[in-house]
């Protein structure tokens, strides 16, 4: 069984910073993790993501702000996120894919606000 489980979503004030967490439970190996994020009314976009050489691609509108990580059994996906704006509120969600089927995790909140 496949299950990918966000955390660290929250409340934040223009210019903090969250970090987000991933954590993939499963026996297959995964090499690439993504993060995705959706707001109200926008499509899904896409934010970072991870291969497990190390290689890194951001979203053009998180670039230089965010930072996505891994850990190194490769099981557990960061994504640290600094100088956060109102525009960067919505439900993250952590992607992966196995043998040609993706999964997605439930999604962890982000509010940015004062």
């Known amino acids: 069984q496949v299950q990918l489980v966000e955390s660290g979503g929250g409340l934040v004030q223009p210019g903090g910073s969250l970090r987000l967490s991933c954590v993939y439970s499963g026996i297959f190996p995964i090499s690439v993790m993504h993060w995705y994020r959706e707001a109200p009314g926008k499509e899904r976009e896409f934010v970072a993501a991870?291969?497990?050489?190390?290689?890194?691609q951001y979203g053009t509108s998180v670039k230089g702000r965010f930072t996505i990580s891994r850990d190194k059994a490769g099981k557990t996906a960061f994504l640290q996120m600094n100088s956060l704006k109102p525009e960067d509120a919505a439900v993250y969600y952590c992607?992966?894919?196995?043998?040609?089927?993706?999964?997605w995790g439930q999604g962890t909140q982000v509010t940015v606000s004062t």
């Open positions: 991870i291969h497990l050489s190390g290689n890194t």
């Open positions: 992607r992966t894919s196995i043998r040609g089927r993706e999964y």
